[in-house]
């Protein structure tokens, strides 16, 4: 059972924050604040608006099934530095904030000083290590799957032939690029990415999810690759 389902005012205010300044950090890439404009903002927010919200908010909810305490918190001095570094010299650093996870004091974990005299300590923590080390493998896998789940949504959008208005298009593109690169950036397996510690957790997994999702990224961003 999840610990609190709820977003609170705080989190609530970190996410829209952490929203506007990414929306506005990229909407301002090759062409700083004189690129802005109602239409380029909107194309920005449907991407980050999904990509970000979502991927976070997945890893939160994911963590709560789970029964841990989980909130988003937004990292002012990250939100500065994306925004300036986007103004100045045209490269989004995103790095906004990010969901904060711990354990209640009434989990598992404090119910060893009840079995301290139990003969099978040993086996009882081999078996609380492998299950803290799926919650952790799931948990770090929600944000680059939604934004998978996401990138395969926009493409099917595209193919579908549905969007007839460019400005419907641009806005399917757009997420549909921001989507993968940032599933696939998260999961290159290095600490503190998500791919840290899904590699860490099961390699398999790891490559299954993580090494196609790369390559499609790298072939559209350095290959040209074209869906439309």
Not at 179 to 199: H, T, V
Request: aromatic share 12%.
């Amino acid at each position: 059972m999840g610990y609190s389902a709820g977003i609170g005012t705080s989190e609530l205010i970190d996410l829209l924050l952490s929203f506007v300044v990414l929306t506005v950090a990229f909407a301002m890439v090759g062409g700083g604040l004189g690129s802005l404009s109602a239409e380029r903002i909107a194309i920005v927010a449907v991407a980050v608006g999904t990509g970000f919200l979502l991927h976070e908010l997945a890893h939160k909810f994911v963590a709560q099934r789970y029964g841990y305490w989980a909130e988003y918190k937004a990292s002012m001095f990250g939100l500065i530095l994306t925004f300036i570094m986007a103004l100045t010299i045209g490269i989004v650093f995103a790095a906004p904030g990010a969901v904060m996870i711990r354990k209640p004091a009434h989990s598992s974990r404090s119910m060893y000083d009840l079995q301290a005299n139990y003969e099978g300590d040993d086996a009882y923590w081999d078996s609380l290590e492998r299950k803290t080390g799926s919650e952790d493998l799931w948990i770090s896998l929600a944000g680059p799957v939604t934004n998978i789940v996401l990138t395969m949504f926009f493409f099917a959008l595209l193919m579908s032939g549905m969007l007839t208005s460019s400005l419907f298009i641009a806005m399917a593109w757009t997420a549909f690029q921001v989507n993968l690169m940032l599933a696939a950036f998260n999961l290159i397996p290095i600490d503190p990415l998500d791919g840290g510690k899904i590699f860490r957790g099961n390699a398999l997994v790891w490559v299954i999810v993580g090494v196609p999702t790369i390559l499609a990224a790298l072939a559209i961003l350095f290959l040209g690759v074209r869906i439309i």
